[in-house]
């Protein structure tokens, strides 16, 4: 028997028993909504179609969660090919699997142990898929190590919400961990607060001062950065530094070492210049774990109605004892995503325009890597295409306030993200 | 062409080990590792939330683990754990089936199916039982778990018990341990600078600094410490009142030669540190000191470690009554010349602590090795002696259990709730993983006997016994897997005696997606 998704059920009495205890009966807190028995199971085994982006830590976990629940028609997304590092917790790989897709490997793995369950995987970038792609998907499960990939999801989803199709609305929930740290929320987008809004509660990254790392280097990690950001480019000219290279790391191992003994620095190790330049977070089966879990135990809920779900955010520090913190994270109505209003910036009136993007690129929420600038008919900076990008470089030296009056609105666009950004420019 | 151009390249990737570990080598580094390596866990079941645990115990590397279980597999169990193969699993010794398919996890690790000796013969065998580093349990049966805690709590190097418990979308696990000394406690609170009581070395470098006499290069290259330590030589008492604080933050401020100079905007920034005093973390001096003689004498916890607990307290006995000096320093503003004359200050006076600590040490354990002594005085901000008591005593005092619930009703309902469905199921004798009904009055009755008389049960009660009766045997895909990772995480703090494990019943609310801590 093939239900309307196409995949023909495997199913043996008993199968569900566990998931049926709460399918059959609703529960003192669920919704009337619920079509408790058939309806229900129908809808999760025969109808339900969900997308999964990642197949590393979280998506490995992710998958196999969503399988054992009796979701069938799920499909996967993931760039990246299997590393040995990956081994302590991506447990769907083994040794033989190193330099293989991940996406193709954890699907096919996937089928091979629960029966029945259909695993369709891409081997690429969620950006060369197009709306239509995404319009497919009853559910989008993120388990992300990137921030730029996660914006990228997320305009893309309150982008796709058309008031007049409710089919139209996907719940996006997202997951993320760091050690024995992590993070689950759901987000409805344009309903509840989407990840733009939130983008000031991410870590900042660790920035060295480039005349630390040139003049007056302190720490091991000083010299590593002297190593990668100015040795490299120096000595090996246009050559690429791959950081998966062991023959680069080496390379920069040597050179920040012998820097560190000029210096009597001491601390200089091949895994911590790995670290600094690879950027490396900790990573553990057990966090994985429990984030995925909770991010498809939320899936789960939302697909089911079998129980109220997360609002909308939860997160978790396991380092001193058991901590967690669910909370209601709000909805930001100058989201350049999903606000609608426009970001009011004041600035000096001595602000140049190049100032003003390395604040863009710089202020926690927004954070918008190389932008192009324009208002109205105004281009104040395009980085692309070559030929007005050397038409516009002039402004970079200009005030701002010598382009634009108080109160002028600016469009700030990146190639890298699928939304623009406005502001509302006054000067201090 | 100079040195960096050709550089002779050194070739120290590590081996292919510790690539594989790496992403959590950077957490409980190769000491961490090697005590997961050394360790043997017994699991008392192969349900799917006890398979879920394995894994993340497996894939980092523990040395061994044994399931012990005679179950056989059912459908439902094909059908709610990964570590079975799907409906060619049925039928066969559920405990081998898993073991087989973790195994493949981790070539380095090896596990037992034990499926022929029931758990009721080994829960009071503190022989078979000590033979293990941890025990996890999964919905044991009440009286079965309260032998083996029994068993376990009897001598004192028996080894931890991990008991979990889980309904649908509710679970709870609780570590029962003797009395477990953490020296890597990973505390996010940095040791004492000494700003407030610096030692001779630094005082003296710091009183005879002629910061007007420096070029503006040097002196805008002075690290916030001394800058400190000089500005309070110019007044003649710690500042007390906040007028006080203000003019001796001024001070600071007056001391630059121009405007930005960032090593005195940082030394204004971490001014309080010159009157907040260097006090001694409560969890030596009330958790630890008082009780050395007493509680936490051999063998309750073990010699050596009294020992480096013991030269601790003399050396706090000592004035200034402080810890020995850690070596580590933060980065702050400063020319490499002079950061490094500070670190090297900051080394020299933690390694004349450590004479003076070792001189301190007991002599009766024998030799303690010269690089415990120095992670301990290192981490010594951050030791802790983690104290539990005995699974379940909680719940034989009435009055802790009413009084939880008037504190925290919502964890203290799924509490209760989930101890009275494992009463309920073993009543009825139904096997575990089997479907059966438990009636909400049964759950009820059960809860009030937990609970003082009169006691008012309360909107939250009512919700969890709708709830747990929803799904009394409910071992769901995603509370397992949920469970999997944070009991492997407690196991993994336990077994690498690192970081912080969580006292008192872990309560798990998959509905709310929220976590508690009841009877702490």
């Known amino acids: 028997m093939a239900g309307s998704n196409g995949i023909a059920s495997q199913d043996w009495a008993g199968r569900y028993d566990h998931i049926d205890q709460i399918l059959n009966t609703p529960g003192p807190r669920t919704s009337p909504a619920f079509m408790a028995g058939d309806g229900v199971k129908d809808f999760l085994r025969n109808q339900a179609k969900i997308l999964v982006i990642g197949a590393g830590g979280l998506g490995c976990e992710i998958l196999a969660n969503l399988a054992l629940t009796g979701f069938k028609d799920i499909h996967v997304i993931d760039m990246d090919t299997i590393d040995i590092s990956n081994l302590n917790r991506q447990f769907l790989f083994r040794p033989k699997d190193v330099g293989q897709p991940k996406a193709t490997v954890a699907a096919e793995f996937i089928m091979k142990r629960v029966p029945g369950i259909k695993v369709t995987p891409y081997f690429g970038k969620i950006q060369d898929k197009d709306d239509e792609y995404y319009m497919q998907f009853n559910l989008v499960i993120c388990g992300l190590d990137s921030v730029e990939a996660r914006r990228w999801i997320n305009a893309t989803l309150v982008n796709l919400v058309d008031p007049e199709n409710l089919e139209s609305l996907k719940p996006l929930i997202d997951g993320g961990t760091e050690g024995f740290k992590g993070q689950a929320r759901v987000i409805l987008p344009t309903i509840t607060s989407c990840y733009e809004c939130s983008l000031d509660m991410l870590n900042k990254p660790t920035a060295f001062p480039i005349c630390t790392i040139a003049n007056t280097p302190r720490l091991p990690e000083h010299c590593i950065e002297w190593a990668s950001v100015l040795e490299w480019p120096r000595v090996h000219r246009d050559k690429k530094m791959d950081t998966d290279d062991p023959d680069h790391i080496n390379w920069l191992y040597t050179v920040a070492s012998a820097r560190a003994r000029e210096f009597k620095i001491e601390g200089v190790t091949w895994s911590l210049t790995q670290g600094v330049v690879k950027n490396i977070i900790p990573a553990i089966a057990s966090t994985n774990a429990i984030i995925a879990a909770a991010c498809c135990n939320e899936a789960f809920k939302i697909a089911t109605s079998s129980a109220a779900f997360l609002n909308n955010y939860f997160m978790l520090i396991g380092t001193e004892g058991v901590y967690s913190y669910t909370f209601e994270h709000e909805k930001r109505d100058d989201c350049p995503v999903c606000g609608g209003e426009s970001l009011e910036m004041s600035i000096g009136p001595e602000i140049t325009v190049e100032e003003l993007i390395d604040m863009l690129t710089e202020k926690q929420d927004i954070q918008i890597k190389k932008p192009s600038l324009s208002s109205g008919s105004i281009q104040i900076y395009l980085q692309a295409p070559p030929q007005l990008e050397a038409i516009t ?36 | 062409m100079s040195l960096t151009e050709s550089p002779e390249i050194i070739s120290a990737q590590p081996d292919s080990k510790t690539r594989r570990y790496d992403r959590q080598l950077r957490l409980w580094a190769s000491s961490g590792q090697t005590l997961l390596e050394e360790s043997r866990i017994l699991v008392l079941s192969s349900s799917a939330t006890s398979t879920s645990i394995l894994k993340n115990l497996v894939l980092p590397g523990i040395g061994h683990f044994t399931i012990l279980d005679d179950a056989i597999t059912s459908a439902a169990d094909a059908g709610n754990n990964f570590f079975l193969e799907g409906p060619s699993s049925i039928g066969k010794r559920r405990a081998s089936e898993a073991v087989r398919l973790l195994a493949e996890l981790n070539d380095s690790v090896t596990g037992e199916a034990v499926t022929s000796t029931p758990v009721a013969s080994v829960v009071s065998s503190l022989n078979f039982l000590s033979k293990f580093t941890l025990i996890i349990t999964h919905n044991l049966p009440p009286s079965q778990l309260q032998t083996l805690s029994d068993t376990l709590w009897s001598s004192p190097t028996a080894p931890a018990l991990l008991a979990v418990s889980s309904s649908g979308f509710f679970a709870e696990f609780f570590i029962q341990h003797h009395p477990h000394p953490i020296i890597e406690s990973h505390t996010e609170t940095p ?116 020992a480096l607990l013991t030269a601790l307290r003399r050396f706090t006995e000592r004035e200034p009554h402080v810890l020995p000096v850690s070596p580590g320093l933060p980065d702050m503003k400063a020319s490499t010349e002079t950061y490094i004359h500070l670190q090297r200050m900051y080394k020299d006076q933690f390694n004349s602590d450590k004479e003076m600590f070792k001189s301190l040490i007991p002599p009766n354990p024998g030799e303690i090795p010269d690089d415990l002594i120095e992670t301990f005085i290192r981490n010594a901000h951050g030791v802790q002696v983690f104290v539990g008591e005995q699974w379940g005593a909680f719940d034989k005092d009435v009055n802790r259990v009413g009084e939880a619930l008037v504190v925290s009703p919502k964890d203290t309902s799924v509490h209760l709730a989930l101890r009275a469905v494992r009463e309920a199921l073993e009543n009825s004798g139904a096997s575990e993983g089997a479907s059966a009904n438990v009636s909400a009055e049964e759950i009820k009755m059960h809860i009030v006997g937990m609970l003082p008389p009169d006691t008012e049960l309360g909107e939250e009660i009512d919700k969890a016994i709708g ?54």
């Open chain 2, 467 to 520: 709830e747990i009766t929803r799904s009394p045997t409910a071992d769901l895909p995603n509370t397992a897997a949920m469970l999997g990772g944070l009991v492997a995480q407690e196991a993994i703090k336990m077994i690498t005696r690192q970081y912080v494990p969580q006292g008192g019943y872990c309560i798990v609310d998959c509905i709310d997606m929220r976590t508690g801590i009841v009877g702490l």
């Open chain 2, 191 to 306: 040791p004492s600078l000494r700003i407030r009581d610096p030692f001779p070395a630094l005082l003296e470098h710091s009183k005879s600094l002629k910061l007007s006499e420096l070029d503006p290069t040097e002196h805008a290259h002075i690290p916030y410490i001394p800058i400190l330590i000089h500005a309070r030589s110019l007044v003649p008492h710690d500042p007390k009142t906040q007028e006080e604080k203000n003019a001796f933050k001024t001070l600071i401020l007056s001391l630059k030669f121009k405007q930005d100079e960032e090593n005195f905007d940082e030394a204004h920034a971490q001014a309080y540190r010159v009157w907040t005093p260097t006090s001694l973390p409560s969890s030596l001096t009330q958790d630890i000191f008082p009780h050395l003689d007493t509680k936490l004498a051999p063998p309750a916890i073990p010699g050596i470690m009294h």
């Open chain 1, 393 to 428: 470089r002039p402004n970079l030296q200009k005030k701002v306030s010598e382009l634009l009056p108080t109160g002028g609105e600016v469009t700030v666009t990146a190639s890298t993200l699928p939304f623009n950004l406005s502001l509302n420019i006054t000067y201090k």
